[in-house]
C-alpha cells in the first residue's frame, strides 16, 4: 500500500533513532533541523518522502517544549512533502500526568499534545508505557502502546533474586505491580499514603504487605523528581527491607532526581532508554536496558501489516 520504510528523527535522542535503524537496515534519512537566532525551528528533509512509509522517531525529553515543537513541524514538513503515510515514534509522551480536571480551572494537556500531533498530520503513533493507559481515546488514529515491562521483568528474571518481593509506590499501580510479582512469581506488598489531617506534614506512608528480610523491587512507571521513590525507599528500610532494587520504564530524571538518587541506599535502578540520559545525570547504580529492537520490530511489523500483540504472546 505505501513504499519502503523511511526512517526520519528528530534531535531528542538521536543513539536510540540509530539503534532502531541498525536493528532494521534502513538507514536513518537524511534532514536538517536548524533553530535560527530568533529562537524559531527549522526542517527540511534531504530526500523525497512522496508515497512512502515514515516513521519519525522523536522522544520528549528535555528541552521539552523544543522537542514537542520539532516533532510537530517535522510532521508537517512530511506531510506539506506528500508522505504516504506518516507513523510517530513517540517512546516517551510528556504531559502525560495532565489527563483528567483534577483541580478546578486546569488543562488537559496530554489531550491537547494529542490534538496537535493529529492536526500536524500523523497517521498513527507508536509509543510506551503511557502513564495511563486510557491516553490512548486521547487519539483519534490508530497507535500502539507497548510496554517494556517484559524487558525489565526479564531483567530481574535472570537476576533470580531470593526472596524478592515486588512493592509499588502508587496504589494506582497495583495492577501492572501484579503483574510484574506474577511472571517473577513473588509476592507482593503496597505503600500507601495517608493524610490525617490537611496540610503536607500530615501524609503518612504505611506498607501494606510484608518486606521484613526481603529483597524489595520498586516497580513504577517513571521516575521525574525522585520524590516519591525516595519516599518509597525510605519506608520499606523502616520496615526492615534487605537489599532495594527500583525498576521504571521512564528515567525521566528531572531535578533534584539525582541528588535524590544519590543519597539512597538502592543497589540498582533498573530503567530503560525510552530517554536519554545525560553523562552528568548517570549514576553508577543506574542500568539502562534497551528499548531499541523492540521498537524497532514494532515498526517492521506495522510496515508489514502484521500483528504487533503477537510480539507479547497477545
Ligand atoms: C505517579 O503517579 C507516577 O507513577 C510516578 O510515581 C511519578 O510520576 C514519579 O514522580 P516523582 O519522581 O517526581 O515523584
Given amino acids: 500500500m505505501y513504499g519502503g520504510i523511511k526512517l526520519f528523527s528528530g534531535t531528542s535522542h538521536p543513539a536510540l533513532a540509530q539503534e532502531i535503524s541498525d536493528y532494521l537496515g534502513v538507514p536513518l534519512s537524511g534532514r536538517e533541523i536548524i533553530k535560527f537566532p530568533n ?3 527549522f526542517v527540511q528533509l534531504h530526500e523525497s518522502v512522496r508515497g512512502q512509509d515514515v516513521f519519525l522517531i522523536q522522544t520528549m525529553c528535555s528541552p521539552v517544549s523544543d522537542n514537542i515543537l520539532e516533532l510537530l513541524i517535522a510532521i508537517d514538513c512530511l506531510r506539506r512533502d506528500s508522505a504516504g ?6 517512546p516517551y509522551l510528556a504531559y502525560a500526568r495532565s489527563d483528567k480536571k483534577d483541580q478546578p480551572r486546569v488543562p488537559i494537556t496530554a489531550r491537547l499534545l494529542a490534538d496537535m ?3 500536524a498530520g500523523a497517521d498513527r503513533y507508536i509509543t510506551v508505557d503511557l502513564h495511563a493507559g486510557q491516553i490512548q481515546g486521547f487519539f483519534s488514529i490508530p497507535g500502539d502502546e507497548i510496554t517494556a515491562f517484559h524487558i525489565l521483568n526479564e531483567y530481574f528474571v535472570q537476576k533470580n533474586l531470593e526472596d524478592a518481593v ?18 517473577l512469581q513473588v509476592p507482593m506488598a ?9 496540610d503536607a506534614s500530615s501524609e503518612v506512608l504505611t506498607v501494606i504487605g510484608d518486606v521484613e528480610g526481603k529483597n524489595v523491587i520498586i516497580v513504577d512507571d517513571e521516575i521525574s523528581t525522585g520524590g516519591s521513590i525516595a519516599n518509597t525507599v525510605r519506608v520499606v528500610k523502616e520496615h526492615g527491607a534487605r537489599d532495594i532494587y527500583v525498576s521504571c520504564s521512564h528515567p525521566v530524571l528531572a531535578p533534584p532526581a539525582i541528588e535524590r538518587l544519590r543519597a539512597l541506599p538502592v543497589k540498582e535502578i533498573v530503567t530503560t532508554n525510552t530517554l536519554p540520559i545525560p553523562p ?20 517492521r511489523r506495522v510496515h508489514e501489516g502484521r500483528s504487533v500483540g503477537e ?3 497477545e
Avoid at 85 to 90: E, L, N, S
Avoid at 172 to 180: P, T
Fill in 39 to 41: 529562537e524559531n525551528l
Fill in 85 to 90: 503515510r506518516i507513523t510517530v515514534v513517540v
Fill in 117 to 119: 500531533i493529529q492536526i
Fill in 166 to 183: 515486588i512493592v509499588t509506590a502508587d496504589l494506582g499501580f497495583a495492577k501492572k505491580g501484579r503483574n510484574f510479582a506474577a511472571k
Fill in 190 to 198: 503496597f505503600v500507601e499514603k495517608r493524610r490525617t489531617g490537611n
Fill in 280 to 299: 552528568e545525570r548517570m549514576l553508577p547504580n543506574i542500568k539502562v536496558l534497551s528499548v531499541g529492537p523492540l521498537l524497532a520490530e514494532v515498526i
Fill in 311 to 313: 510480539l507479547f504472546n
